[in-house]
């Protein structure tokens, strides 16, 4: 069975940092181009941070210098290291594999952002 577990979300004052996890099912994790995504309330899915096919890295403008995508493929875990944090990086933010034939997606954790 697939599964993408994220973890690491909370509640942080504005200019805090925190880290998001994401544990992959081993079976896709090698195969699949990973990322980060978040959805804020009455707004559509969007994407923060992700691993193109060619091992490079795309960010949202509205994260570059603040949120550092990383993974360690030895633990099949993808992370999100957020520097800086905004109220408007308030959002629930989900884990994503791109996998050639389906597009697989975590539960989401919530990250809140106060001012």
């Known amino acids: 069975q697939v599964q993408l577990v994220e973890s690491g979300g909370g509640l942080v004052q504005a200019g805090g940092s925190l880290r998001l996890s994401c544990a992959v099912s081993?079976?896709?994790?090698?195969?699949?181009?990973m990322g980060w995504y978040r959805q804020a309330p009455g707004k559509q899915r969007e994407m923060v941070a992700v691993f193109t096919r060619g091992g490079m890295t795309n960010y949202a403008d509205s994260v570059k210098g603040r949120f550092t995508i990383s993974r360690d493929n030895a633990k099949h875990t993808v992370y999100l290291q957020m520097n800086s944090l905004k109220p408007e990086d308030t959002a629930v933010y989900y884990c994503n594999a791109d996998h050639p034939y389906y597009d697989y997606w975590g539960q989401g954790t919530q990250v809140t952002v106060s001012s």
């Open positions: 081993k079976i896709i994790f090698s195969v699949s181009a």
